[in-house]
């Protein structure tokens, strides 16, 4: 009996993903291509909008992260913006397009004390008409129940890579706590957004770990971000990165073809780093199922493109944002 290619697996093992990276790119990427049609539309792109609510200063090492208070990246650390303000980012988010909008905090775990002011912030962008999402930190069941409690649709939390190359990235929480956090996320009701960065001097393995890691949770993310490493001057893997070179763009779009398959009905997303990949390039990652993107000049930190960039690369590939009703989970835990 033929296995549907659409219908999302959770036993996939690390063998047989690795084994799709081997294969010939012209392959891989049609494949990819065929899966991402049998769920999605081809032609619309979700469009997020990410804002930093509270910057620098956190107290993790994360090895490529411009605003951990371990490295001297020049980035000066700022206090929780006021709800007024990021409801102003928000609006002006949805005017410009976007479906959904991201709230970034530099913190190593969300304090209790902080939550009533998210909440104002999560419930204001939700009766804006806007998917509400956050990236906070490690989570407590009971922060993420609250969270859920207050209208956030999704909570990113990031496995950055492969179980196996971890350590060479942070050591100030582990493996298994980012995996504790999205249990919590998902035991609350809400949607996942997790995903890794490639680029950091990692090998294919270990970018097959990430998305063997991913594939084989108890429900599959529902959005995937895929981010090609910024490197920033003062981080451990921003030097590492300028010194070794950044990662080749075919294995990049070969990232992404195999996120697509091993996840298929989740929004791969082609997140950071998109600001230095030309046209071509973020074509063949949509064309290998690719179907979010960031939209703002700017993610937390780092540069984004442009407006008018975006809206001439969408016209030159015949590309139209996605529209979504209401935000629900691409399928249930077992």
């Known amino acids: ?121 999560i419930s204001g962008v939700k009766a804006l008409g806007l998917e509400t999402c956050a990236t906070l930190g490690m989570l407590t069941a009971d922060q993420a129940r609250q969270l859920k409690d207050a209208g956030l649709d999704y909570y990113n939390h990031n496995l950055d890579t492969g179980p196996d190359y971890y350590a060479d990235v942070v050591t100030t929480r582990t493996y298994q706590d980012r995996l504790d956090t999205l249990k919590h996320v998902r035991d609350a009701g809400m949607s996942t957004c997790c995903g890794g960065i490639v680029g950091m001097g990692e090998a294919r393995r270990d970018r097959a770990g990430l998305l063997h890691a991913l594939a084989t949770l108890p429900a599959h993310p529902d959005s995937l971000p895929v981010n090609a490493l910024v490197p920033v001057a003062g981080t451990p893997l921003g030097d590492q990165v300028k010194r070794e070179g950044e990662i080749d763009p075919i294995e990049f779009v070969r990232t992404v073809a195999v996120a697509r398959i091993v996840c298929p009905r989740s929004m791969v997303r082609l997140s950071a780093g998109r600001e230095a990949m030309s046209p071509e390039m973020q074509a063949l990652c949509f064309l290998a199922g690719a179907n ?33 009703d209401r935000p629900q989970a691409v399928e249930s835990a077992a």
């Open 1 to 121: 009996m033929t296995r549907d290619l659409a219908t999302p697996r959770h036993d996939w093992t690390l063998a047989e993903v690795e084994a799709l990276f081997e294969q010939p790119f012209m392959e891989l990427v049609f494949q990819a291509a065929e899966v991402h049609r049998r769920t999605f539309d081809p032609s619309e792109v979700q469009l997020s909008r990410l804002l930093s609510i509270k910057t620098g200063g956190c107290a993790e090492n994360c090895g490529y992260c411009s605003q951990s208070a371990s490295f001297d990246t020049g980035l000066k650390a700022e206090k929780l913006m006021d709800t007024q303000a990021v409801l102003a980012e928000a609006m002006a988010a949805k005017a410009g397009g976007a479906d959904r909008f991201c709230m970034g905090a530099a913190w190593r775990e969300l304090k209790d004390r902080d939550t009533p002011k998210l909440a104002a912030m």
């Open 292 to 324: 979010s993107i960031f939209v703002g000049d700017r993610l937390l930190t780092t540069a984004n493109p442009a407006a008018d960039a975006d809206t001439r690369l969408f016209a030159k590939l015949d590309l139209r944002p996605m529209v979504t």
